[in-house]
């Protein structure tokens, strides 16, 4: 039995994607300065591959926050488990996120960031599954729509387990059943 019921996103249709938001961040940043604000852990990949086609000076910043118990549902609660380090306030902040579901990770981050006064805030999404979004969000960047099933790889875990798949797979959801030690 394998965790990956079927492949979403190859390697390669990934790298084109990525590439051609590099290249729209490119020209919409022309000129200004930007700070990359990765969500972690599932963003890793995506904005490390991501900032590679920007050709603008930018910074880099991480938080991560936890909205989800481990499992495939989120819980809506979110927890900040690391902070930003760098004082945003009068910087274009860029949003780097693997997936947005029901949204209530990135309204609660937009608005802890906003207190802050970057002089602008964008989101740049890697999955949008908008099947079950229960707040309004404005997504300027998406890689692709996602279809509502669980997916992992390429960032995105399941148990903590498969970010470091080269593709974006849905899960077998035999698996859900499984106890963590036998996937
Ligand atoms: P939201 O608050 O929008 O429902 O959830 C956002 C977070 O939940 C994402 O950053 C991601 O960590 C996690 N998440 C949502 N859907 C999926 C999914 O299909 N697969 C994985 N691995 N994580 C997901």
């Given at each position: 039995?394998?965790?990956?019921?079927?492949?979403?996103?190859?390697?390669?249709?990934?790298?084109?994607?990525?590439?051609?938001?590099?290249?729209?961040?490119?020209?919409?940043?022309?000129?200004?300065?930007?700070?990359?604000?990765?969500?972690?852990k599932?963003a890793f990949l995506?904005?490390?591959?991501?900032?590679?086609?920007?050709?603008?000076?930018?910074?880099?910043?991480?938080?991560?926050?936890?909205?989800?118990?481990?499992?495939?549902?989120?819980?809506?609660?979110?927890?900040?488990?690391?902070?930003?380090?760098?004082?945003?306030?009068?910087?274009?902040?860029?949003?780097?996120?693997?997936?947005?579901?029901?949204?209530?990770?990135?309204?609660?981050?937009?608005?802890?960031?906003?207190?802050?006064?970057?002089?602008?805030?964008?989101?740049?999404?890697?999955?949008?599954?908008?099947?079950?979004?229960?707040?309004?969000?404005?997504?300027?960047?998406?890689?692709?729509?996602?279809?509502?099933?669980?997916?992992?790889?390429?960032g995105?875990?399941?148990?903590?387990?498969?970010?470091?798949?080269?593709?974006?797979?849905?899960?077998?959801?035999?698996?859900?059943?499984?106890?963590?030690?036998?996937?």
């Amino acid at each position: 039995m394998n965790i990956v019921k079927s492949v979403l996103f190859s390697p390669e249709v990934i790298a084109q994607r990525v590439k051609e938001l590099g290249a729209e961040i490119t020209s919409d940043y022309k000129d200004k300065e930007v700070l990359f604000l990765g969500i972690l852990k599932g963003a890793f990949l995506f904005m490390s591959d991501l900032c590679r086609y920007v050709d603008v000076k930018m910074e880099f910043d991480f938080m991560e926050v936890s909205s989800y118990s481990g499992g495939t549902y989120s819980t809506g609660q979110v927890r900040i488990l690391k902070d930003i380090d760098t004082n945003i306030e009068d910087k274009n902040i860029l949003i780097v996120e693997d997936i947005v579901d029901n949204g209530l990770t990135l309204d609660y981050l937009v608005n802890y960031i906003k207190v802050r006064q970057p002089r602008s805030l964008k989101i740049c999404a890697l999955l949008d599954k908008r099947a079950h979004r229960k707040v309004l969000l404005k997504i300027d960047y998406i890689g692709f729509d996602c279809p509502d099933e669980f997916v992992l790889g390429y960032g995105l875990d399941y148990g903590e387990f498969y970010r470091n798949l080269p593709f974006i797979g849905v899960l077998n959801e035999e698996f859900i059943s499984y106890p963590k030690n036998v996937l």
